[in-house]
């Protein structure tokens, strides 16, 4: 049986399927695979590197990528209970169902995929699913499950009810994969002693458990994988009104005095991400410490928030460049990622991977087969009037000029 095999060789140590082989497979940029590989101790990050120097401070800032010294911080300011997650109603009634209907039966509930941008909450909230079903929690990572020996050493050893959160589950090996699709279902994993014709599998009973698979890239995972999940919560980002009560909270935990509107102004600069809200908090914080006696106001935050570059809308220094050049030396566009990125000094896959999607969400960028083009919101932001065909032309393109948008 195939699943034997591929058990087996992978027992065996078969290289052909690492992470970084499926990675490379799926056409992922290896720069943010280094990034978050260091969250698991890997090797340091490049993204000093990657911005020349220049301007790595802002991205760090509002980067939606866990940086190296914030472990701990984040683990004082995670919400422990379903309660005090804030916003994400859907998710959190959702998931709410599915966990007290659970325990009501005394059964594990169903293993949930927890999918979102970085900085949402989904660690945390995998987190919360064993604290509120009162179960033990194994921490792994996708990335760590090179070979499915490791996962079955893992599987193995799980305590009845368990909840195993694997996060970055898209950077799984399939070899480990593979085993986890029968783990899931039957509660079995197949043992492979032995190799080539002789090699006989095994079965080995596991103890009922629940996973919790988390992923900034649910399109990356395999289909089968994807639907043994009973539950998908899809988390969004968060509205500003929600990231001042993310912000309540922390500078209550953090022991700092945060009027309301200073915290909307941290919020509106947060790109919706509380990992965001919590960073800009802290500099906010030192800056107050600093300049201020530690009384924060709102034309503070603001000043301290500018003093970093992080400007009204959470757009930092490259952001900025990004639209600058498309506005003021491509009339708007359209015009090529490559030379956008040439423009500006950066790698492509920088503009593209780190710039752009925030850029498109916010409706200030479009990407469109022609090339990038900027929007009216973008020529507003920057205080710029745009050309009078500037939109006519990128809409409707050259040939079919109806008339002026
Ligand atoms: N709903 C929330 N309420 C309060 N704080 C939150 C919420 N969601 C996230 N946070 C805060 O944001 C930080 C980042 O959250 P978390 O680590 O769960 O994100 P993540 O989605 O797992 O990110 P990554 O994709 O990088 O792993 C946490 O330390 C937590 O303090
Ligand atoms: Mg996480």
Redesign the pocket.
Known sequence: MSEWDDAGRSLAGEPGGSARGRDAEHGRPDALGRE?AA?YGGPERERDAEYGGAGGLERELVS???GGDELQ???A???KRLA?????GRVREQLSLVLESALRRQRPPDHVL?S???????????MIVAAELGAPLRITSGPALERAGDLAAILSTLAEGEVLFV??IHRMARPAEEMLYLAMEDFRVDIVVGKGPGATAIPLEIAPFTLVG?T?RAGLLPAPLRDRFGFTAH?DF?EVA?LE??LA??SRLLGVDLPGDAAHEIARRSRG???I??RLLRRVRDFAEVRADGVITRDLAAAALNLYEVDAEGLDRLDRAVLGVLLRKFGGGPVGLSTLAVAVGEEPETVEVVAEPFLVRQGLLARTPRGRVATAAAWAHLGLTPPPDAFGAVLFGPDDLGGPL
């Not at 005090?84 to 994400?88: A, D, R, S, V």
């Not at 979102?116 to 995998?126: F, R």
């Open positions: 978050r969250e939606a990528e866990l911080i984040e683990a300011l995670r919400p005090e997650f804030i916003g994400q927890m979102g941008s970085p900085g949402l909450g989904k660690t945390t909230l995998a996060d970055e988390a900034t988390m968060y929600e009560r993310v909270r922390s991400t509380p990992r809200a919590n």
